[in-house]
């Protein structure tokens, strides 16, 4: 999880916490993250800009402590001055928490559905020595929530201008990477997978390095 004012995984918690006394969570919500700062994320990433010492590596990027949702949660509550009571039952499956989320904190399904479904995993840091080696001392976690919160309640003060949205279908897969390959092959064997998953009814082609698909040759 990323914490920062206006990032998908921090305003899940967070409007939980604002508009739930009681709170009944799925058995995922015990799994285990280390929250990171934007800011340590942002600073990492420019320190591998250009940095030939870290091409072609797997770096994981993680705050100062190893937290369960449900205690991130009530770590957010504490920093709110909220009451909050949180009952963990065994079988909310993965569907109806995405629906629920949907409904109680109004992002947008399509960001949230790959998101749960990451984490039912236990999120801990595993190849951290480039990130350690920039980050020595990442942004204690109460001092991030603190900032984010803060910068929350500071948007949602500001009126919202109404204004027309193009209509848009946007949709968020998540592949997992075999061992040896890179995402330029993942995405090469999305073309090729995606037909033959909806037995060609949806077609790709590629043409000048753009993929364009089509649905009974409708284009997407």
């Known amino acids: ?3 920062g004012s206006g990032g998908s995984s921090f305003q899940l918690v967070y409007r939980l916490v604002k508009k739930l006394k009681i709170m009944i969570t799925p058995k995922w919500t015990k799994s285990l993250s280390q929250p990171v700062d934007v800011k340590d994320v942002i600073k990492f990433i420019k320190c591998c800009v250009g940095n030939e010492e870290v091409y072609n590596k797997v770096i ?3 705050g100062s402590e190893i937290i369960s949702y449900n205690n991130l ?6 920093i709110m001055k909220l009451e909050r009571t949180i009952i963990t039952l065994p079988f909310f499956n993965l569907g109806l928490s995405k629906l629920w989320l949907y409904l109680i904190t109004g992002i947008d399904y399509y ?12 999120l801990k840091a595993n190849n951290s020595f480039y990130f350690n080696k920039y980050i020595p001392e990442p942004i204690k976690l109460n001092d991030s929530l603190q900032r984010a919160i803060s910068n929350e309640i500071k948007q949602e003060k500001i ?24 995402a ?6 999305y ?5 033959k998953t909806f037995f060609t009814i949806i077609r790709s082609k590629v043409v000048n390095n753009t993929v364009r698909f089509t649905f009974f040759k409708i284009n997407l």
């Open 1 to 3: 999880i990323i914490i």
């Open 60 to 62: 994981d990027v993680h």
């Open 73 to 78: 949660i009530i770590r957010i509550a504490q």
């Open 111 to 122: 960001t949230l559905s790959p998101l749960i479904d990451s984490l039912k995993y236990d």
């Open 159 to 182: 009126p919202k201008k109404k204004h027309l949205e193009e209509s848009k279908v946007r949709t968020d897969q998540r592949l997992y990477l075999p061992i040896g390959w890179d």
């Open 184 to 189: 330029i092959q993942l995405g090469k064997e």
């Open 191 to 195: 073309i090729n997978w995606l037909p």
